[in-house]
């Protein structure tokens, strides 16, 4: 099994940055990706970006230069750095890492509040 912890999330005024940390323990030989996906109040969960193993990096269109998914040497835990951040941000992020069972574990979530 994999367990999986964020951190990072908080208060940032628009134009600001924040960056995210998730960490995953356990199995981690099981490993196969890891990402960032995020609710908004009153909104379907979506996918910000994921980074395969091989280090390959997608991205949401929309986010696409603002967002940048990065991952430590040690492959267990990936890093969110938002830049230029808007209201429309606002959410809470959750991680997952996904693993060779084609499970995906999730984190409890971080909020990211981005006032105007």
């Known amino acids: 099994q994999v367990q999986v912890a964020e951190s990072g999330g908080g208060f940032v005024q628009s134009g600001g940055s924040l960056r995210l940390s998730c960490a995953a323990s356990g199995t981690i030989s099981t490993i196969t990706a890891m990402g960032w996906y995020r609710q908004a109040p009153g909104k379907e969960r979506e996918l910000v970006a994921i980074i395969d193993d091989n280090g390959s990096a997608s991205y949401a269109d929309s986010l696409k230069g603002r967002f940048t998914i990065s991952k430590h040497n040690t492959k267990t835990t990936v890093y969110l750095q938002m830049n230029d951040l808007k209201p429309e941000d606002t959410a809470v992020y959750y991680c997952?890492?996904?693993?060779?069972?084609?499970?995906?574990?999730w984190g409890q979530g971080t909020q990211v509040t981005v006032s105007s």
């Open positions: 997952v890492v996904a693993t060779t069972d084609d499970r995906g574990t």
